[in-house]
């Protein structure tokens, strides 16, 4: 399991910082950004929908605004939450990476398994998402942000 893992997160980190100079961490924010209205969300969306904590969330962030590929600014009505929005350079890198990025996962993870494979890892994959007691990790119910930003 861990051997696949590994093989898939190489493929997938070299096809992106072949193709667009990407991290797999700064596609997922970018990702996720893109999928939002405006192309914007609260940092603490930002870290539920990536199923981060707090602290990593806030970390790539800042990484990714100085690089420009995203801004960040005070949220309008609550001085302490914090926005991050995609920028036009975020949004081209993105689109620059889409592709090569998608053929690449296709080939390595999907194009192996048959239909009855899937059909089982699927089933699998979301009875490991709904697994909610998880000995010593606390909090493990739900996202790992969400106290404040």
């Known amino acids: 399991m861990l051997a696949g893992r590994r093989k898939i997160e190489r493929v997938m980190d070299e096809t992106l ?44 962030v800042s990484r990714m605004e100085r690089r420009g590929l995203v801004t960040k600014t005070r949220s309008e009505g609550d001085a302490r939450g914090v926005v991050v929005k995609l920028t036009e350079d975020g949004m081209r890198r993105l689109k620059l990476a889409a592709p090569e990025h998608v053929e690449s996962v296709r080939r390595v993870a999907f194009d192996p398994m048959t239909p009855e494979q899937a059909k089982v890892l699927k089933a699998y994959l979301e009875a490991v998402m709904a697994v909610d007691n998880v000995p010593g990790v606390e909090g ?10």
Do not use: I, Y
């Open 17 to 60: 910082q072949r193709g667009s100079e990407l991290s797999s961490s700064e596609f997922s924010v970018l990702v996720s950004l893109s999928e939002s209205q405006d192309c914007d969300m609260r940092l603490r969306d930002l870290c539920a929908a990536l199923d981060w904590d707090r602290s990593r969330t806030s970390h790539q």
């Open 140 to 149: 493990f119910d739900g996202p790992l942000c969400g106290k404040g930003e």
